[in-house]
């Protein structure tokens, strides 16, 4: 949205150019985290366990027995489903939920969690 913002900015107030310019900045500037983030996850789904990695500077992983995975949902916006990415929540046995945003191909992970559950 403030990409848009910027653009309409330098169309329609084409004297006033730093003010278009620095709104879209801002738009870019606002991109890059949820692009660090969609690069730096990696996920992976062995015969035994669930594991995801995400971070480039901070790093967070968890590993999730496949025993212990009760439940999994995948959510995609509209953009998501036009990009090829979305959330997945996995809840494992006794009601531990884990939920990994901006994630490359969802419904894709999912298929392969539950072909090794069953």
């Given at each position: ?22 709104v ?19 996920l ?46 996995l ?28």
């Amino acid at each position: 949205m403030v990409l848009v913002v910027g653009i309409v900015l330098l169309i329609v107030l084409p004297g006033v150019p730093l003010a278009g310019a620095v709104v879209l900045l801002i738009g870019i500037l606002m991109l890059v985290p949820p692009f660090v983030a969609y690069r730096t996850t990696e996920l992976g789904v062995t015969n035994k366990r669930v594991i995801v990695k995400m971070g480039l500077i901070r790093r967070r992983t968890l590993e999730l027995l496949l025993r212990q995975v009760e439940a999994i949902s995948v959510d995609q916006s509209l953009s998501g489903r036009l990009l090829g990415f979305g959330s997945i929540t996995l809840t494992g046995t006794g009601g531990v939920r884990e939920d990994f945003h901006r994630v490359r191909d969802p419904l894709e992970l999912r298929r392969r969690i539950q072909g090794q559950v069953a």
